[in-house]
C-alpha cells in the first residue's frame, strides 16, 4: 500500500532531503511548513503542501484536516521542524528559550498526540533530536529540546507499540542553513572534531530516517541513532 510521509519543516535543508528520499522509497508526500517557498517547493516535489505552524494546537488541527480531506493514508511521520535561539546562560531572554521549547519539543509532542491515531497500522515516527542534546555551550534551550525529544520519543514508542514504531535521529554538525548562521570559527572548531573528519550532508540524515521508516528496522523502537560522524563519543 502507498501511503504518505508527513515531514513537519520540509521546505528546506535536512527535512527536504528527508522528504526527496523517502519519495524514492515510494512514499506520497506531505510538507508542512511556515516558509514561502512552501508551495513552489511542494510543487517540485509532487507533494502536498499543508501551511502549518506545527508548534501550536491550531497548526496541528490544520495539519489534521488537510490529511483528512487529501483521503490518503498516513504511514510515516517525521517531526522534523526546529529553530535555534542561541545564547550564554545570562544572556538568554525568557523569549528565546521558550520559543525554543516551544517549537522543537511543543510541535514533537502535538503532531504526535494530535496525528498518530491517523497513522495505519504498522506505521513510524522518526523525530529529529541532536547531537547538541550532550550539551553545546550557548544552545541550552535547545539541549533541553532535544533531550525531551529523547523522552518523548521513548515514552511515544512504548505508549505506541505495537501498533506504531516511534525511533528518533540525532544528527551531529549538518551542512544546512541552521549551521550557516555559526560563527565561522566556531563552524571550523566543529568540524576539526568530527572524527570521520568531515560535515554531515542532508542526505546522511535523510538515508537513516529512510531506514528507520521502512520495514527494514521493523524491530527496532524507542532508539536514538547518533549520525555525527562519531562525535558523540569523541
Ligand atoms: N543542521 C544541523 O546541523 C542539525 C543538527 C542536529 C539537528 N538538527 C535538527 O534537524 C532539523 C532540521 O534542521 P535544518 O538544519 O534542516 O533546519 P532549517 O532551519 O534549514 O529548516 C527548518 C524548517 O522548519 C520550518 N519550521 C520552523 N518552525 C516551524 C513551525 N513552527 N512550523 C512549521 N515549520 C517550521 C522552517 O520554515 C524550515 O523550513 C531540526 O529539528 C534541527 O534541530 C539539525
Given at each position: 500500500?502507498t501511503?504518505t510521509a508527513?515531514?513537519?519543516?520540509?521546505a528546506?535543508g535536512i527535512?527536504?532531503?528527508?522528504?526527496e528520499?523517502?519519495?524514492?522509497a515510494?512514499?506520497e508526500?506531505?510538507?508542512?511548513?511556515l516558509?514561502?517557498d512552501?508551495?513552489?517547493?511542494a510543487?517540485?516535489l509532487g507533494?502536498?503542501?499543508?501551511?502549518?505552524?506545527?508548534?501550536s494546537?491550531?497548526?496541528?488541527?490544520?495539519v489534521r484536516?488537510a490529511?483528512?480531506?487529501?483521503?490518503?493514508p498516513?504511514?510515516?511521520?517525521?517531526?522534523?521542524?526546529?529553530?535555534?535561539?542561541?545564547?550564554?546562560?545570562?544572556k538568554?531572554?525568557?523569549?528565546?528559550f521558550?520559543?525554543v521549547?516551544?517549537?522543537?519539543?511543543?510541535?514533537t509532542?502535538?503532531?504526535?498526540e494530535g496525528?498518530?491515531?491517523?497513522?495505519?497500522d504498522?506505521?513510524?515516527?522518526?523525530?529529529?533530536?541532536?547531537?547538541?542534546q550532550?550539551?553545546?555551550v550557548?544552545?541550552?534551550?535547545?539541549a533541553?529540546?532535544?533531550t525531551?525529544?529523547i523522552?518523548?520519543?521513548r515514552a511515544?514508542?512504548?505508549?505506541?507499540?505495537?501498533r506504531?514504531?516511534?525511533?528518533?535521529?540525532?544528527?551531529?554538525?549538518?551542512?544546512?542553513?541552521?549551521?550557516?548562521k555559526?560563527?565561522?570559527?566556531?563552524?571550523e572548531r566543529?568540524?576539526a572534531?568530527?572524527?570521520?573528519?568531515r560535515?554531515g550532508q542532508p542526505?546522511d540524515?535523510?538515508?537513516t530516517?529512510?531506514?528507520?521508516?521502512?520495514d527494514?528496522?521493523?524491530y527496532v523502537?524507542?532508539?536514538?541513532?547518533?549520525?555525527?560522524?562519531?562525535?558523540s563519543?569523541?
Amino acid at each position: 500500500m502507498t501511503t504518505t510521509a508527513v515531514i513537519t519543516g520540509g521546505a528546506r535543508g535536512i527535512g527536504r532531503a528527508i522528504a526527496e528520499r523517502l519519495r524514492a522509497a515510494g512514499h506520497e508526500l506531505a510538507i508542512v511548513d511556515l516558509s514561502p517557498d512552501l508551495e513552489e517547493v511542494a510543487a517540485e516535489l509532487g507533494a502536498l503542501a499543508i501551511r502549518a505552524d506545527v508548534s501550536s494546537e491550531a497548526g496541528v488541527a490544520t495539519v489534521r484536516e488537510a490529511l483528512e480531506r487529501s483521503g490518503r493514508p498516513v504511514g510515516v511521520l517525521v517531526n522534523n521542524a526546529g529553530i535555534t535561539r542561541d545564547a550564554i546562560v545570562h544572556k538568554m531572554t525568557e523569549e528565546e528559550f521558550a520559543a525554543v521549547i516551544r517549537v522543537n519539543l511543543g510541535s514533537t509532542y502535538r503532531m504526535t498526540e494530535g496525528l498518530a491515531d491517523l497513522l495505519v497500522d504498522g506505521g513510524t515516527i522518526v523525530n529529529l533530536s541532536s547531537r547538541a542534546q550532550l550539551g553545546n555551550v550557548g544552545q541550552f534551550n535547545y539541549a533541553m529540546s532535544k533531550t525531551g525529544i529523547i523522552g518523548l520519543t521513548r515514552a511515544h514508542a512504548l505508549a505506541l507499540a505495537p501498533r506504531l514504531r516511534v525511533n528518533a535521529v540525532a544528527p551531529g554538525f549538518i551542512a544546512s542553513a541552521m549551521t550557516d548562521k555559526m560563527p565561522a570559527e566556531i563552524r571550523e572548531r566543529v568540524i576539526a572534531s568530527v572524527p570521520l573528519a568531515r560535515p554531515g550532508q542532508p542526505e546522511d540524515i535523510a538515508n537513516t530516517v529512510a531506514w528507520l521508516a521502512s520495514d527494514e528496522s521493523g524491530y527496532v523502537t524507542g532508539q536514538v541513532l547518533y549520525v555525527c560522524g562519531g562525535r558523540s563519543f569523541s
